[in-house]
């Protein structure tokens, strides 16, 4: 239930310490102890494969992406916000079988908007930004991540390009998404 192979586990939590929770949970449930195990794994290994695999050749994430051919892009939420699944969509899903009723229930919770007015789509709409891009307006910007105070995380760049700075374009920022083909595309892929 961890998703981690005994090697996974092993190579980042010492076999004494696995063996050392079988009194306080050789009578819990299976998922206490995974969860317990998955906890000890993040806080000893925080950072993703990818993230270990670049930083050992050195490489920076535009680096990479530039020796993989792969461009940066990306959608923020002014964007995403506007990928929206309506009501008529939305029952249309749910008549579709399966997979579009279960689907129709957990968006029936869903905290990002309401069916009447639209559900936002964040995470699909970044997947249709890769298999669909003609869907999305993109513009070339320079772009950094603040890693440090209390900005840490946050985006800087020169979208008005009120700022002179001579730093070459970075990132394909998406500016615009047409929503009417997106919530055709994302209705059609879970009918099908």
């Given amino acids: 239930e961890t998703g981690l192979s005994f090697e996974e586990i092993n190579a980042y939590i010492p076999i004494r310490h696995v063996s050392a ?13 995974c969860d ?10 925080p950072d993703t494969n990818l993230k270990l695999r670049r930083q050992k050749v050195k490489l920076t994430q535009k680096e990479l992406a530039d020796a993989s051919g792969v461009p940066i892009r990306m959608a923020g ?31 029936s919770h869903y905290r990002d908007g309401d069916m009447d007015t639209g559900l936002a789509m964040h995470d ?28 840490a995380g946050a985006l800087v760049t020169n979208l008005e390009r009120k700022m002179k700075i001579g730093c070459a374009p970075n990132v394909s920022v998406c500016m615009g998404i047409d929503e009417k083909r997106f919530e055709e595309w994302f209705t059609d892929m879970i009918c099908r």
């Fill in 124 to 151: 699909p709409c970044t997947i249709a930004l890769m298999l669909e891009p003609d869907m999305f307006r993109m513009e070339d910007h320079y772009i950094e991540v603040v890693t440090e105070g209390i900005a």
């Fill in 21 to 33: 929770f079988y009194h306080p949970y050789h009578e819990m449930d299976i998922r206490q102890f």
């Fill in 77 to 107: 939420l002014d964007v995403t916000e506007h990928a929206l699944l309506h009501k008529d969509c939305l029952i249309k899903m749910r008549d579709s079988g399966r997979v579009g009723h279960m689907l129709y229930s957990i968006f």
């Fill in 36 to 45: 317990r195990m998955n906890e000890l794994y993040r806080v000893a290994k």
